[in-house]
């Protein structure tokens, strides 16, 4: 009796083995396994043995129930906007610190790693920092003294809780034949203010990482020109960890190959690679700004549009997979489609859906393909 018992249990142990193993729909019904998902697993935690999965945020969103999906999901963080030159350093002798700091609060109180974002760049700069008293342009002297004085201030402010800082960010030209962007910083500083900028991190936080950033990484024009700035740096004995990948991609682009490659070459830097500001349009990429057309207005999120997303989120974490000892970080640009940079971006007020949780913070079919493997 006893036998037959324990004959019954290893068949109904078998069978469910088999149910939950094998692929009958699969030519010949090869047994394959299948992959189990549990939905009450974050993105984080799929990919604990992969890379750091963060997500850019707002101060404003910490308070609402994106919070909540932020610690479900969410291992890193980075502040969209709040520790940028312009919002966080208004004035010559004043500085805002309410929005990082309750940003880097946040991260300190539930364990989130955070990278911060930007110490040098050429946008939402404040307004007095290249003019002096009576209105001209400062000197090179004075320029490279405030931007010490600014990156003394606020790396070491945030020192021990951010653990990455995006350095520089964008001083790559996006036309073909310019190397480094003609930026104010380059006009008066000269080359010099980038390797300045990470000697200035450094000394403010020797424990830090140090990337540099940039978008448009997927070109192979633009592509050269980062390897070229950040290898230069690197040989010159520059404190640089690391090349940050913004990664702000579409439905039709990067290819595989395209990204493939891209990668490949950014590993050869023998550095850290981040990726640091992703997302997906729903759109097919537009490099240039324009103006509004009659066919924008159709912005929802179609059947079609959601396939055609999912197949190059799938591709992308494919490959970040693939070069998992040299990616450590993967950061989305915001949190759900409630709210994205996107949205405003290249056409006005066509609504965008470019991240993994919808505006009502549910994973999308793209979620389910990132976390499946
Ligand atoms: C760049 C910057 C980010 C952000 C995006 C647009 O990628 O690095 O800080 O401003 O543009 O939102």
Known sequence: MKKIILIKISCITAALFLIAFSNCNGPHHIIKPTVMIDSSRGLKDYYNNYFTIGVAVSPRALKTDEATLILQQFAGMTPE????????????NEYFWRDADSIA?????????????????????????FKDATGNQVTKEVLLQRLKDHITTVVKRYKGTVYAWDVVNEAISDK????????????IAGEDYIAKTFQYAHEA??????????YNEISPVKREKIFRLVKSLKDAGVPIHGVGLQAHWAVNEPTRSQLDSTLQRFVELGLKIHV??????????????????????????TPAKEQG????YKMC????????????????????D??????????????????????DLKPKKAFWEVVKF
Request: one cysteine or more; glycine letters at 4%.
């Open 338 to 359: 409630r709210y994205s940079w996107l949205d405003n971006f290249p056409v006005s007020n066509r609504k965008d859906y470019p991240l993994l949780f919808d505006k």
């Open 81 to 92: 906007n709040a520790m940028k030159m312009g919002p966080i350093h208004p004035k010559e």
């Open 205 to 214: 936080d020797p424990g830090a990482l140090l990337f540099y950033n940039d």
């Open 309 to 312: 997303q999912l197949e190059v």
């Open 105 to 129: 609060g946040f991260a300190k109180r539930n364990n989130l790693k955070l990278r911060g974002h930007t110490l040098c760049w050429h946008n939402q700069t404040p307004a007095w920092l």
């Open 176 to 187: 073909k034949d310019e190397y480094l962007r003609n930026s104010l910083w380059l006009k």
């Open 276 to 301: 640091t500001e992703l997302d997906i349009s729903v759109y097919p990429k537009e490099h240039d700004s324009r103006e509004r057309r009659p066919e924008d207005a159709v912005t929802a999120f």
């Open 317 to 336: 974490f494919e490959l970040f997979r693939k070069y998992r000892r040299h990616i450590s970080a993967v950061t989305f640009w915001n949190i759900s």
